[in-house]
């Protein structure tokens, strides 16, 4: 996770409870530190922010696609993006957008890269409009 998540504070109880159980099932190597360094932060308590759970879901849907620091699950790394999604996530939106556009990961759709897409636009993705303008021509 970049150096501004390491003090990312979360929401709820929920957010710390599915990053522990996604490190004991996939026994995650961090490449930035310890994986007790990357929860000391979730421990101090509730944070202000509110996109903290749907953030630490779209670094974890990340890792799995990637294969950082723990084995490829594009199933379960779609899923972890889909729920960050949900929440309103821009980039979770975006991915979702892209996945479903370029048939990456998912089945292409152009109705469904097309909803993602204004869902990142309604939540604030920079390059949403300009994609969504180019998905019409």
Same mark, same amino acid.
């Given at each position: 996770?970049?150096? !501004? &998540? @390491?003090?990312? @504070?979360? !929401?709820?109880?929920? %957010?710390?409870?599915? $990053?522990? #159980? =996604?490190? %004991?099932?996939?026994?995650? #190597?961090?490449? =930035?530190?310890? =994986? #007790?360094?990357? $929860?000391?932060? $979730?421990?101090?308590?509730? &944070?202000?922010? &509110?996109?903290? !759970? %749907?953030h630490a879901q779209h670094s974890l849907g990340e890792m799995l696609l990637s294969g950082r620091g723990v084995e490829p699950n594009i199933a379960e790394g779609i899923e972890w993006i889909e729920r960050a999604a949900s929440q309103g996530h821009a980039s979770a939106c975006a991915d979702l957008g892209r996945f479903y556009d370029t048939g990456k990961y998912l089945e292409k759709d152009p109705d469904r890269a097309r909803y993602w897409w204004q869902q990142a636009a309604r939540h604030g993705y920079p390059q949403a409009r300009a994609i969504i303008e180019a998905l019409g021509r």
């Open positions: 996770m970049p150096s !501004e &998540g @390491r003090g990312h @504070r979360f !929401e709820s109880c929920r %957010a710390r409870h599915s $990053l522990r #159980s =996604f490190h %004991a099932k996939h026994r995650i #190597s961090c490449p =930035f530190g310890a =994986f #007790s360094n990357f $929860l000391d932060p $979730l421990d101090q308590g509730v &944070g202000a922010s &509110g996109q903290g !759970e %749907a």
